[in-house]
């Protein structure tokens, strides 16, 4: 594998994770990439350029390089109108590689279906294989759609079903993705591989609580309950305000302590009414002079880290999560996750060992959930332990010798297909 074409077309991995479209799968997508660089693996990202002052490429790591595709208007495109910009954008990655001598790449690996179906047409023009992870998946959000999100368009249906036919192998992020693939999309159980994606354990590392805590303005003795993440129905910050309020309710004494950072911004659906959780934050008395919630910009990963570390708890409500990548990364610090119990998370959080896992989102039972882990110190001591040790079997160096064992598997398919 001496060349590789990596299509991140709906947002760019260089964007800060937290608001816009940006978040798990930009990490995602440049961290492989850079541990990809690693093997000696060169790497080109194209992905839809949003500004005209954006240079035409970026070195983002030795051997990574980010392209900016111009595609459509730079600015006020959303996700649902970037279809009709599909075409433009595969004449400018086709124009890339017919720059160079035949051969120049040796695999095509798109994310999300967008650039799937601009992976599958290079594909076929270049003749080499086409390596696809969806990452979200239109039918699973339709079966779980949070209150007030609208559900995926059937053209979008079609197309993930025209990408899992097209690519040669897809990736999975957990067991219970790749079982959708196949249950959902009808995809070849030879053709799916589960690779799990991995954290920055350089980065997300266990750090003392109570600096974490001074550096960020926190009171030592606070309850700290995080939410990290893009605002949007579909991750639920709202199941955690409305828990925080039961909570409250049965447990007046804790406002003098409870502190509930959100950590993100409007993303999505949440662009529609971008003031809506601060809204519902006022609606549920827990903003103003005494309040608990404090509304945090997108931050960045160094100081996400420093606000998992600080955190009593990392709360992830989500309706649906490939794999949940803030819950990965909060365990790293030694933070205990309560989670949904939904895609992913099921495999990111050992429920009872790293966090706790909840079934629906019921806020009083989110409440008694969070109450768990605030006053049984026993129980958190314990859920801290386990936290850490079940972050450390997730790698970004591991995800990244894995999926070279998929390129290589379709490689050697399509060489079989051809013979």
């Known amino acids: 594998m001496r060349r590789l074409a990596m299509i991140s077309l709906h947002t760019s991995p260089l964007d800060q994770p937290g608001t816009g479209d940006a978040g798990g799968m930009n990490v995602y997508v440049l961290e492989l ?42 600015e006020g495109l959303t996700k649902e109108e970037l279809p009709a910009q599909l075409c433009a954008f595969a004449r400018e990655v086709l124009r890339v590689e017919a720059a160079h001598p035949v051969g120049h790449y040796d695999l095509v690996h798109s994310h999300y279906w967008l650039s799937g179906q601009v992976g599958a047409l290079a594909r076929d023009r270049w003749g080499v294989p086409l390596v696809h992870t969806m990452h979200t ?6 079966a779980a759609l949070a209150d007030g999100d609208a559900p995926e ?12 036919e097209a690519a040669d192998m897809l990736i999975g992020n957990t067991d219970a993705e790749a079982k959708q693939l196949i249950n959902l999309y009808d995809a070849d159980p030879g ?8 954290v920055d354990l350089s980065v997300f590392q266990p750090r003392d609580k109570a600096t974490a805590r001074a550096e960020l303005g926190l009171p030592q003795d606070a309850a700290v309950l995080m939410f990290a993440g893009r605002i949007q129905p579909l991750k639920a910050p709202d199941v955690l305000l409305r828990a925080v309020a039961v909570l409250l309710a049965r447990h007046p004494e804790l406002r003098s302590r409870l502190v509930v950072p959100i950590v993100g911004g409007p993303s999505g659906s949440g662009l529609e009414h971008p003031e809506s959780l601060a809204q519902l934050a006022t609606e549920l008395g827990l903003d103003g002079p005494d309040g608990v919630v404090r509304f945090v910009p997108p931050v960045s990963q160094a100081e996400l880290a420093r606000w998992c570390a600080a955190a009593t708890l990392v709360a992830v409500p989500s309706y649906n999560e490939s794999f949940g990548l803030v819950a990965a990364e909060a365990q790293a610090t030694g933070t205990p996750v309560v989670a949904a119990a939904v895609g992913g998370l099921t495999t990111v959080v050992r429920d009872e060992r790293s966090g706790l896992l909840v079934e629906g989102h019921d806020p009083a039972t989110w409440a008694t959930a969070l109450l768990r882990v605030v006053a049984d110190e026993a129980l958190r001591r314990r859920l801290e332990a386990g936290a850490l040790a079940h972050a450390r079997t997730f790698s970004w160096e591991a995800t990244a010798a894995a999926t070279l064992e998929v390129y290589h598997r379709a490689r050697a398919s399509m060489r079989e297909a051809a013979a």
């Open 191 to 198: 053709r799916v591989e589960v690779v799990y994606p991995g």
């Open 153 to 164: 368009p059937a053209a979008r249906i079609i197309g993930e079903e025209q990408v899992v």
């Open 137 to 142: 998946m239109a039918k699973v959000k339709n």
């Open 33 to 74: 990439a850079k541990r990809l660089a690693a093997h000696g693996v060169e790497i080109d990202i194209f992905t839809r350029a949003t500004s005209s002052a954006l240079p035409p490429q970026v070195t983002a790591y030795d051997g990574v390089t980010v392209r900016h595709v111009h595609a459509g208007p730079f």
